[in-house]
């Protein structure tokens, strides 16, 4: 046993690191009081539509909301109603964040889940294709319902990029949207066949991005925004996140009161200058635990970690370490850790179609899941604060390999 004590992350030494600047940002609003749309929240998503590359960012109060105003903007621009029907379907990963799938249920579809590969945790293109070609024959627990696919709602999961060439010719040919959750992929390249490289988020018809701040690019609270070239779902997300309207008196559809903050745009804009160097060190890190326990069976990596080349035409910008322990080990693995001081997460301990607010609210494709609910059993993940030492990542690999030794 050991006092020392290794947390995930360690907000206040990132804080620290750019404190001059956070700490001008917030003085700055201090001055101007503008707190509601105020320059920073422009400045802000003229960067991010800049550093993601397309032609428009809208900033919102979260990553969530990012996803519930694109669909619902979806649904007035596609359909010309406020919500999509219980039996329009969304096709996106059990495996991810509960916010995925609850801001479609939030915008009136039903998810239809499609089991992930293992092997980088994102969904799975050879079973969107299948059951795109099966459909309607997939089991659903809703019968006698004209179920129709809309859409995809890819996940680029811990920060590696879905196989985004191939779910775009995908959408072209059934014509659906995508609409990326990027809230864990800040700064993640895809790379197209032709060699060109694009920011996912810049991918699809829109992406979202979450500013939470435990995020590759945190926040001081909740936020999030919305990527796209599309100017008609611009005019619209514009006006739900703002109570519906051009203006207050002038209301069209059922808004929300879902803005970015003046004071969140304004440290985000200071933190947006680190985020690459962030990025590259979480690298470095997941290099050093790669080196240290490549050889150990009963641990599978993550495929190969580093930006170039790029493995599977996706970088990776870690927002998650996550190694599968194998043989029903990981809980042991992971107390073991914790009694030498070492933090680990189980990222995600349950696959959406287990939970009950999905269960009799989704359609599984093939019935279940089954990579799904292997991995919820297996994964773990490890710390990647971009801003420890060496020394502090190599005393986790140490104390992994003592666990396996003993
Ligand atoms: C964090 C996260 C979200 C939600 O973002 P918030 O800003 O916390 O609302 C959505 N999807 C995924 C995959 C996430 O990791």
Redesign the pocket.
Known sequence: MTNKHIPMLDLKSEYLYMKSDIDAAIAACLEHQQWILGPEVREFEEKIAEYIGVKHCIGTS????A?VLVLRALAIKTKGEEYFNRNDLIITTPF??T??GDAILRAGATPLFVDIDPATYNIDLKQIRSCLESFPHGLSPIAHCPFRILGILP?H?YGRSCQMDEIMSIAHEYGLFVVE?C??AFGTEWQKANGERQKVGSIGTAGCL???PS?NLGGFG?A?AITTNDNKLVGLIRMLIKHGGKDKYNVAHIGYNARLDTLHAAILLAKLKYVDEFNIRRQYIVQLYTEGLKDIPGIVLPLASCLSPIPNNSSHVFHQFTLRILNGKRDALQRYLKGSGIDSMIYYPVPLHKMKVFSGRCVLYGGQLVSSEIVVEEVLSLPVEPLYSEDLIIEVVKAIREYYIN
């Open positions: 979260s990553g969530t909301d996803l991810t964040f916010a995925t996940v999961l959750d809230a864990q979450s500013f939470f995020k909740d999030g």
